[in-house]
């Protein structure tokens, strides 16, 4: 049996991996989907580092856990498992990249995000009431997370995404070979993503290689826009 801890991305909350977390359950693992500190439903205040907060929010959960702890980041929760594995390697077998942001040390994701600029949601995104964090706005962004997703689903997750803090998506990385470097790393591919185009996927493990690579026909939510093949691809991974 493992534990499943599953790592969203901006703007999103644990809700979304409502149609993926009950296949890996029913599979008999232990699956922990939370909300991150400040975001979805949580309320807890954020301080000036959020990437470092959510990082040790998730490390506390993997030395906690029962079994083998196989952690999953999607898109921006990509730099969350990163330095979670900095801060706790040994309570984590295994780093999964969902279509996520894999970075190297020092960069962020606004540096990523930067050398591709015709890709993401940058036309979608909005100042929030926080002056420190920003919106999309839910119809311009559709199209970018949700574009191969049911219309019920697309809707449904536009209206639940809350306000990101800048300073994540600007902070760089801060990790080392010698930690985060030693936990085995997998990537899943979104071959159709519109907010982490395929070519950035590939950028990105091409500098940090990964194995294996497994590669889903999906937009940037294939826990909506193809649920049973991502359960199945992680459980491949347990």
Avoid: K, N
């Avoid at 693992?29 to 439903?41: I, R, T, Y």
């Avoid at 979670?84 to 994701?109: K, M, N, W």
């Avoid at 026909?217 to 347990?238: I, M, R, T």
């Amino acid at each position: 049996m493992a534990t499943f801890i599953l790592i969203h991305g901006a703007w999103h909350g644990g809700w979304c991996w409502e149609r993926v977390a009950p296949r890996l359950r029913a599979a008999g693992h232990q699956v922990l989907a939370p909300d991150l500190p400040g975001m979805g439903a949580d309320a807890t205040p954020l301080g000036d580092d959020p990437l470092a907060q959510w990082a040790g929010f998730a490390a506390d959960l993997a030395a906690s856990a029962d079994g083998e702890v196989i952690l999953v980041g999607h898109s921006r929760g990509g730099l969350v498992i990163s330095e979670a594995a900095e801060r706790a390697p040994e309570h984590i077998d295994r780093l999964v990249y969902l279509t996520a942001f894999l970075l190297q040390r020092g960069q962020s994701l606004a540096d990523m995000a930067g050398r591709h600029p015709d890709v993401g949601p940058g036309a979608a995104i909005r100042p929030a009431e926080d002056p420190a964090r920003l919106m999309i706005d839910p119809q311009l962004g559709i199209p970018i997370f949700y574009g191969q997703c049911s219309d019920a689903d697309a809707q449904a997750a536009a209206r639940r995404l809350t306000p990101e803090p800048l300073a994540a998506l600007t902070r760089p990385l801060q990790v080392t070979a010698e930690r985060f470097g030693r936990v085995p790393r997998a990537y899943i591919e979104a071959s159709d993503d519109r907010a982490i185009s395929l070519e950035m996927q590939r950028e990105m493990q091409a500098a940090l290689p990964c194995d294996p690579v497994i590669t889903l026909s999906s937009d940037h939510s294939p826990f909506y826009s193809a649920a049973p093949q991502l359960a199945q691809a992680l459980l491949g991974l347990a």
